[in-house]
Structure formats: structure tokens, C-alpha cells
């Protein structure tokens, strides 16, 4: 059960370097998936009703190149199967020729809104999707915190940080984990990997820190992030990976 949809890059989605900016197509998947899934029983509107809404646990996506101002691409989206607690979504962006730009595979959640706990997998639900029942679940790297950062910085989640399942926005982790690094690193060099896995929501008025170790080697640059509070409990862990412009 595939969906596309076309998107034109704005100017105000990218960076300094006219890259598509990381959180932006974090809402680009989000909306894609949003959309694929209007007018059917697992729609955000639809789970809502019923006092659910859907959570992301694990993300992995490899960068081949970043979209740019202007550019029509394509964002691609599939469904491709659940377990008993654990549904699984795979993501493509194309350009106008057909070249993959970005994939990522994603494993999400059914949440409890009010009890703010995860819930079994709706199977009446899969079926009237067409989501097939997966005997062998995808793979997705053990991510861990590191035992020391090389800098941490405090933030507030303020009320626009926050999503329709009230707790803070999946991109907006990224807005703080990039925050960290300095802006002469970030001119030039770009994320060709990204791996994040979300612990523990991040709630309104919290002021958890943002946590970064950079390690350059000659074969690899990679970046590990967290997000903690001041007991260390890793609300989320990242890790980016990176290559110079």
C-alpha cells in the first residue's frame, strides 16, 4: 500500500547552505504518512476519537543528497507490517528524475492518550489497511547513550514545541541536537546517516538537556546526542552521521 505526494522545497524549509533543514523533513515524513492515512480508521482524527495517537519509536534514514529550494520532489511512504505492539513504516524521497534523495524506515506505536502508556496493535485496524502481520521484525541499530558528552545545553519545551499528542514535536529534537554544534561545522558538512530512538516523552515545560560528543576519524565523522534529564534518564538517543562539503 504505497502512497506519493509531490512537495516543492520552500526557501524558509532549509538551511544557510540551501539544504532541506533536518527537522523539516521529519514533518515531511510525518505529513506524508498523515495524509496516506486520512479518511481511514488509523487517521490521526480517527484516533483521536478514540483517545490514541500514534508515537515514533525508532527512526533509521540514509541521505544520498539534500533536497534543495525550488525542487519538486516526491515522498514515497509504505506501511509494510505490525507485530503485536510494533508497526513499521518505510519512507523514499525522489527527485523529478527519479533519483532517491533519502529512505528511511521508521517503527512506531499505538499511544494511550490519557493513561500516556503504548497499547497493543489494533488488528481489525491493520486488516481495513490492507498491513500485513510480520513473522520477522526489521532491524534497526542498538542505539545507546555515551558515558560522557563533550557539551550539554538546557532547554524549555515551550507550547509550539509541542504536538497533537501533547509532547514535543519528533523534528524539534533535532532542532536542539543540531544547536549544539557549531556553526562553522555545520557550513560545511552535511548528514548523510541519522538514527534516533525516543525513550521517554518530552512534556510541556520540562527543561531536559541536549547532550553532544563529536568523534572525526579519517574513515567517519559521527555526532552522539541525547536528550536527558538532570537524573541522565536519555529521553532520546541519536546518533548523526556526517561528511564535509
Known sequence: MKYSEQHTV?????????????????????????????????STEE?????LGWVVTQYHLDVNRWPEPGEVITLTTEPIGYNRFLEYRDYQFTDEKGNTLITGKSEW??????KRKL????????DDLGIPLLKKLPRFPRLKPQDEY?????????YDDLDTNHHMTNGHYFNWFID???????KTHVISGIDIKFNLEVRYSQTPFACVKLVENEDEIKSYHTIADEERNDKAVCELTWRKL
Open 119 to 126: 497499547v497493543s496493535t489494533d488488528k481489525e485496524m491493520m
Open 47 to 51: 484516533l483521536t476519537r478514540r483517545g
Open 10 to 42: 520552500n526557501y524558509y524549509e532549509c538551511d544557510e547552505n540551501r539544504h532541506l533543514r533536518l527537522p523539516a523533513m521529519i514533518n515531511l515524513m510525518m505529513s506524508v504518512s498523515e495524509n496516506q492515512l486520512a479518511d481511514s480508521s488509523g
Open 109 to 114: 506505536v499505538l499511544f494511550d492518550l490519557s
Open 150 to 158: 563533550q557539551d550539554k545545553r538546557q532547554y524549555r519545551v515551550r
Open 180 to 186: 549544539t554544534l557549531d556553526r562553522d561545522f555545520l
